[in-house]
C-alpha cells in the first residue's frame, strides 16, 4: 500500500468535481486498512472514506487522508432450500453485485439494479429504488471500529435503517468503516413491478415471462432514460430525498394543487416525489453557467463539466428555500458535502 499526496480526486467523484487530497490510500484488504489507521503519520489528520464517490459533493480541497476502500470479490457463504447468502467486498461495484446475482437467478436485488456506488456504501444510505430498500436483502455486515481496530459485526436490527439513513449516519458516523456486507437472496422470487413505471415499461418491451432478469432490464432502461451518466455529464443521482409530510398537511397541499403525485408511507405519513415538487416550482432544465438541473429529471444537479462544488452546494440551497415557501416542505439532501 502506497500513500499518495496531492491527488487530485476528480477521478475519484460522480460529480466531477476538482478537488486535492492532502494524503490517498487506496485499500484492498483489512490488513491494509488496519495499518494505515496505525500509522502515527495519518493518525491526527482528518479521514474521509470513499466508495464510488456517488453520494458526496465535494466543496473544497481535502487537507487530510482519503481512503479508498478497494476490497474486491464475493462469495456464497451459506444457502438452504428456499434463501442463498453473498457476502461482498465494500470495495465491489453495485451494479456489477446486482448483476451476478441477477445472472444466478437470486432474487431480491433486481429492482436496484444500475444504482451507482459500491457495496459498502450501500446499507449506510439504506440505498432504494423502485419500491425496494437494500434493508430488504440485508442480512450483517462486517465494520472496523477506527479507535480500537477491532471489527464488529452489525445485524438488521443494530444498523437501524430508516428512509435512507442508517446508525452509520447518525451515532456511528465516523466511528466504524465498512469492509464487508452479506445479502440474504431468494432462490423463488417475488416480484415487486408496482412502483413507479417498471409495468408499464415491461409492456412497452413486451415481456411475458416474467423473470427478475426482465425487472432488471426494465429498471435499468427507466434509469438510462431519465438519469443522465455520470461519464457524460457529472452528478450524483438523486440530490434530494423524498419529502415524508403528515396526512393533514398532504391533504391540504392536495386541495392546492391537485396533480401532486403521493405513496402512502402508513396512516398518517405520506411521501410526496422530490423531483415533482421541484418541476412545479419552475427548476427543471435551469442552467447557471456550468450547473445546473437536468433537462429530463429534476431530482438531479448536474455538473456540465468545470462546475465547482460551492456552485452546486449554492443550487441546492436556493432550491430548498423555493420548495420551502412555495409548498411548506423542507427538503433534505441524500448527498453529503465535504
Not at 435503517?161 to 431468494?186: C, D, M, P, Q, W
Not at 415491461?202 to 432488471?216: F, H, P, R
Not at 443550487?315 to 428555500?321: D, G
Request: proline share 3%; aromatic share 10%; with cysteine.
Amino acid at each position: 500500500m502506497i500513500v499518495q499526496k496531492n491527488v487530485q480526486l476528480k477521478p475519484f467523484n460522480t460529480f466531477g468535481i476538482e478537488a486535492k487530497a492532502k494524503f490517498f490510500a487506496e485499500i484492498s484488504s483489512i490488513e491494509e486498512l488496519q495499518g494505515i489507521l496505525q500509522d502515527t503519520d495519518y493518525q491526527s489528520v482528518e479521514r474521509l472514506v470513499l466508495g464510488g464517490g456517488s453520494n458526496l459533493l465535494l466543496t473544497k480541497d481535502f487537507d487530510g487522508l482519503v481512503i479508498k476502500m478497494a476490497i474486491k470479490g464475493f462469495e456464497v457463504v451459506k444457502e438452504n432450500d428456499e434463501n442463498i447468502w453473498i457476502k461482498s467486498g465494500a470495495g465491489v461495484v453495485w451494479h456489477d453485485l446486482v448483476m451476478h446475482c441477477v445472472n444466478q437467478n437470486y432474487a431480491g436485488m433486481e429492482n436496484l439494479s444500475l444504482i451507482p456506488g459500491t457495496v459498502g456504501a450501500a446499507p449506510m444510505q439504506n440505498i432504494g429504488a423502485y419500491g425496494i430498500e437494500i434493508k430488504e436483502v440485508f442480512e450483517e455486515l462486517e465494520a472496523l471500529e477506527i479507535a480500537t481496530g477491532q471489527t464488529k459485526i452489525f445485524d438488521k436490527q443494530t444498523c437501524n435503517f430508516g428512509y435512507r439513513e442508517s446508525i452509520f449516519k447518525h451515532e456511528a458516523k465516523g466511528k466504524f468503516i465498512i469492509l464487508n456486507v452479506t445479502f440474504k437472496l431468494n432462490k423463488k422470487p417475488s416480484f415487486h413491478i408496482e412502483y413507479g413505471a417498471i409495468k408499464d415499461t415491461l409492456s412497452e418491451m413486451q415481456v411475458n415471462d416474467l423473470t427478475i432478469k426482465a425487472i432488471s432490464d426494465a429498471v435499468i432502461h427507466i434509469r438510462q432514460s431519465k438519469l443522465p451518466n455520470p461519464a457524460e455529464i457529472g452528478n450524483a443521482g438523486s440530490f434530494f430525498k423524498n419529502p415524508e409530510i403528515s396526512k393533514e398537511q398532504f391533504e391540504a397541499l392536495k386541495a392546492q394543487f391537485p396533480s401532486i403525485p403521493s405513496y402512502p408511507v402508513n396512516e398518517n405519513t405520506i411521501k410526496v416525489p422530490a423531483g415533482w415538487l421541484i418541476e412545479q416550482a419552475g427548476w427543471k432544465g435551469q442552467r447557471f453557467g456550468n450547473v445546473g438541473v437536468h433537462a429530463k429529471q429534476a431530482l438531479v444537479l448536474v455538473n456540465y463539466g468545470g462546475g465547482k462544488g460551492d456552485e452546486i452546494k449554492d443550487l441546492s440551497k436556493k432550491i430548498q428555500a423555493s420548495i420551502d415557501e412555495k409548498f411548506g416542505i423542507r427538503l433534505s439532501a441524500e448527498v453529503n458535502f465535504v
